[in-house]
T-cell receptor, first 112, second 114 residues
């Protein structure tokens, strides 16, 4: 089955700096890769996603890149702000139904 | 629209007991999936229901089961509870349950097994 690895497990950056979180997946049949943000005590929420026919997608300060050959995808956050502090989960899906394999998460801390 | 609602919010049970968790999806959503969240393990997929049928199942023992009703509400049952079942159980709904749809999560049920 699919396996998703995520690095780093924790990340601390200064406010205004950039943050990068990387995920790798094992099953080349996976074709949809969302990123979810979970603030402390709250539910996970989708922040950006990318499909296998696209190499990069951007939404304001957030971008995701996908390398299908290497089977990895990354989340890039620029000009980080304290409200970006949260746990970020990447996930992979083969597109049939809602069967997602999540990475173990990255705890991002943005220091003022 | 109201969001995904999970009840109860907290549960404390003892080993060997059974428990039932409830999830009401966003109105109009037909797919409901369940995840177990534990520190360090992230979110582990339990199962997904669509139109009252289990469509996908994760790698959990048969003690974990679920069902979906005609109004798309879903319940998850865990029998013969073990200490390791302590976790946050999240349900998520999506409109058609097609691949690549956004998941809307509930706030979860925090289960503690003593």
């Amino acid at each position: 089955g699919e396996n998703v690895e995520q690095h780093p497990s924790t990340l601390s950056v200064q406010e205004g700096d950039s943050a990068v979180i990387k995920c790798t997946y094992s099953d080349s049949a996976s074709n949809y890769f969302p990123w979810y943000k979970q603030e402390l005590g709250k539910r996970p929420q989708l922040i950006i996603d990318i499909r296998s026919n696209v190499g990069e997608k951007k939404d304001q300060r957030i971008a995701v890149t996908l390398n299908k050959t290497a089977k990895h995808f990354s989340l890039h956050i620029t000009e980080t702000q304290p409200e970006d502090s949260a746990v970020y989960f990447c996930a992979a899906s083969m597109g049939y139904g809602q069967n997602f394999v999540f990475g173990p998460g990255t705890r991002l801390s943005v220091l003022p | 629209k109201a969001g995904v609602t999970q009840t109860p919010r907290y549960l404390i049970k003892t080993r060997g007991q059974q428990v039932t968790l409830s999830c009401s999806p966003i109105s109009g959503h037909r797919s409901v999936s369940w995840y177990q969240q534990t520190p360090g393990q992230g979110l582990q997929f339990l199962f997904e229901y669509f139109s009252e049928t289990q469509r996908n199942k994760g790698n959990f023992p048969g003690r974990f089961s679920g069902r979906q009703f005609s109004n798309s509400r879903s319940e998850m049952n865990v029998s013969t509870l073990e200490l390791g079942d302590s976790a946050l159980y999240l349900c998520a709904s999506s409109s058609q349950g097609r691949g690549g749809e956004k998941l809307f999560f509930g706030s979860g049920t925090q289960l503690s097994v003593l």
